[in-house]
């Protein structure tokens, strides 16, 4: 008899579970960080996640430190010998968009979005650890003078950041790999990042 009521208890607080949660978490979320849900993050995980995604070659890829735009997963030098040029939009003769044009070119393989150009030096942070990014991307002196509003507004609009999620196809017609996170979550760590004071961890 009481085996009979635990098991019925069991069954409707799991019955109870699945109705609570009426949407199927992403693939992600079993993969990667099965025990975080997105909604409930700290402001420590919340930047975790911001941060894997600035690491990631999408995002880095046209944030070099050095003056070369990288290509692909290994982030090699760019093709062509192309580099920042003045006002990191190339060179007179081959501006970023004479070949990058408004959208992703399926056949050729050149990724596209509008304004594409390089990221200027001051924010650029391949090589540097997490927290020093994150110190560059808050300071206005390096941010290109953004307040907190407009990074996240930035961060969670601009045709350049949202392309990492619709990155085309390469020059050999292959995929080119997303971020770690979906862009809805990617949204919602930054927010939740930007509403806690956008805390840096020391390390
Ligand atoms: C002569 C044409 C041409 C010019 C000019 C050009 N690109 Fe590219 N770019 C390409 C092609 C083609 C690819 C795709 C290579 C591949 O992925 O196989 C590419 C890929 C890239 C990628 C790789 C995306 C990724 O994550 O793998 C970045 C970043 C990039 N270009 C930035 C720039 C910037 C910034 C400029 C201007 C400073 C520029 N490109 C100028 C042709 C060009
Ligand atoms: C095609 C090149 C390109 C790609 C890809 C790109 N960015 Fe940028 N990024 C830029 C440029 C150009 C600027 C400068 C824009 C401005 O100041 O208005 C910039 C500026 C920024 C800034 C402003 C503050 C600062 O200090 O850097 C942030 C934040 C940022 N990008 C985040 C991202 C994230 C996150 C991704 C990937 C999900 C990404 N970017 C992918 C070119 C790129």
């Given at each position: 008899m009481n085996r009979i009521v635990v098991l019925l208890v069991i069954f409707s607080l799991g019955a109870f579970y699945l109705i609570g949660s009426n949407k199927e978490p992403p693939l992600e979320a079993y993969t990667?960080?099965?025990?975080?849900?997105i909604d409930s993050l700290t402001a420590e995980r919340a930047y975790e996640e911001v941060m894997n995604v600035l690491m990631h070659p999408r995002c880095m890829n046209c944030h070099p430190t050095d003056d070369i735009p990288k290509q692909g997963m290994d982030r090699h030098p760019h093709y062509f010998g192309m580099s920042r040029g003045k006002e990191n939009?190339?060179?007179?003769?081959?501006?970023?968009?004479t070949c990058h044009?408004?959208?992703?070119?399926l056949n050729s393989g050149v990724p596209g979005a509008p304004h594409w150009s390089l990221a200027p030096a001051s924010m650029g942070w391949q090589g540097l650890s997490r927290s020093e990014i994150a110190q560059r991307l808050l300071d206005p002196e390096t941010n290109g003078g953004k307040s907190h509003k407009e990074l996240v507004t930035h961060m969670t609009e601009d045709e350049l950041v949202l392309w990492a999620w619709n990155p085309g196809v390469d020059a050999n017609g292959i995929p080119r790999k997303k971020p770690p996170i979906s862009e809805e979550e990617f949204k919602k760590a930054v927010e939740k990042w930007f509403d806690e004071g956008a805390p840096v961890p020391s390390k």
């Amino acid at each position: 008899m009481n085996r009979i009521v635990v098991l019925l208890v069991i069954f409707s607080l799991g019955a109870f579970y699945l109705i609570g949660s009426n949407k199927e978490p992403p693939l992600e979320a079993y993969t990667v960080i099965p025990e975080v849900k997105i909604d409930s993050l700290t402001a420590e995980r919340a930047y975790e996640e911001v941060m894997n995604v600035l690491m990631h070659p999408r995002c880095m890829n046209c944030h070099p430190t050095d003056d070369i735009p990288k290509q692909g997963m290994d982030r090699h030098p760019h093709y062509f010998g192309m580099s920042r040029g003045k006002e990191n939009k190339g060179f007179s003769a081959t501006k970023c968009a004479t070949c990058h044009q408004e959208a992703n070119n399926l056949n050729s393989g050149v990724p596209g979005a509008p304004h594409w150009s390089l990221a200027p030096a001051s924010m650029g942070w391949q090589g540097l650890s997490r927290s020093e990014i994150a110190q560059r991307l808050l300071d206005p002196e390096t941010n290109g003078g953004k307040s907190h509003k407009e990074l996240v507004t930035h961060m969670t609009e601009d045709e350049l950041v949202l392309w990492a999620w619709n990155p085309g196809v390469d020059a050999n017609g292959i995929p080119r790999k997303k971020p770690p996170i979906s862009e809805e979550e990617f949204k919602k760590a930054v927010e939740k990042w930007f509403d806690e004071g956008a805390p840096v961890p020391s390390k």
